[in-house]
């Protein structure tokens, strides 16, 4: 069973504007939830994480928001770069054993 | 600072024999965890290591074995190769647990045909 989806496998978005890349749940189990980027033969980065109790957590460009009444996070990229091409990925992590589960990845295509 | 560095970065092997993996941690990181990423998933845990034990486990068969090291380098062994096991490797290292911010390796790309 997928409990952490990313329903859109690509994203294609002109350079400045806004990035939004979604991520449903559907344990209620999680305490953290994080996303990495991943570039062509690289290994995942961590980029920004969000516990639980909080909605929103910033950094730089940087914004995910969580909605835990709907089971949904959300990653804000303002303005984006081309640079930002890449796979994203949403993961969780159980409080019980603090297991890290992934989505499926979603690529961002930054346009100039 | 040298990062995760992971070998070999490719392997071919064919079904039914065994094969190892290689992990050195980011220095200073004592947790090495392995991931296995399937073409078009996201990747799912194996196990964890730290302090040389085995600290957890994801739903992965006992053909899946590892260890980890005195100086926290760690292999991953895979016994009786199937057709299904051809994926991306990945190692993640952090220090202490629990730790969500991982650090990971380029991978090994394992093809068993």
């Known amino acids: 069973d997928q409990q952490v989806k990313q329903n859109s496998p690509s994203l294609s978005v002109q350079e400045g504007r806004i990035s939004i890349l979604n991520c449903d749940y559907t344990?209620?189990?999680?305490?953290?939830f994080l996303w990495y980027k991943k570039y062509p033969a690289e290994g995942p980065t961590f980029l920004i994480s969000?516990?639980?109790i909080k909605d929103k957590n910033e950094d730089g460009r940087f914004t995910v928001f969580l909605n835990k009444s709907a089971k949904h996070l959300s990653l804000h990229i303002v303005p984006s770069q081309p640079g930002d091409s890449a796979v994203y990925f949403c993961?969780?992590?159980?409080?019980?054993?603090?297991?890290?589960?992934w989505g499926a990845g979603t690529k961002l295509i930054i346009k100039p | 600072d040298a990062g995760v560095t992971q070998s070999p970065t490719h392997l071919i092997k064919t079904r039914g024999q065994q094969v190892t993996l290689r992990c050195s941690p980011k220095?200073?990181?004592?947790?090495v965890s392995w991931y296995q990423q399937a073409l078009g998933q996201g990747p799912q845990f194996i196990f964890q290591?730290?302090?040389?034990?085995?600290?957890q486990r994801g739903n992965f068969p006992d053909r899946f074995s590892g260890h980890q090291f005195p100086n926290y380098s760690s292999e991953l062994n895979v016994n009786a190769l199937l057709l299904g096991d051809s994926a991306l490797y990945l190692c993640?290292?952090?220090?202490?647990?629990?730790?969500?911010?991982?650090?990971f390796g380029s991978g090994t790309q394992l093809s068993v045909l």
């Open positions: 993640a290292s952090s220090l202490g647990q629990p730790n969500e911010k991982l650090f």
């Open positions: 220095s200073g990181h004592d947790t």
């Open positions: 290591y730290y302090e040389e034990e085995e600290r």
């Open positions: 344990n209620s189990m999680f305490d953290y």
């Open positions: 969000i516990s639980s």
């Open positions: 993961a969780a992590r159980k409080y019980s054993n603090y297991q890290l589960i």
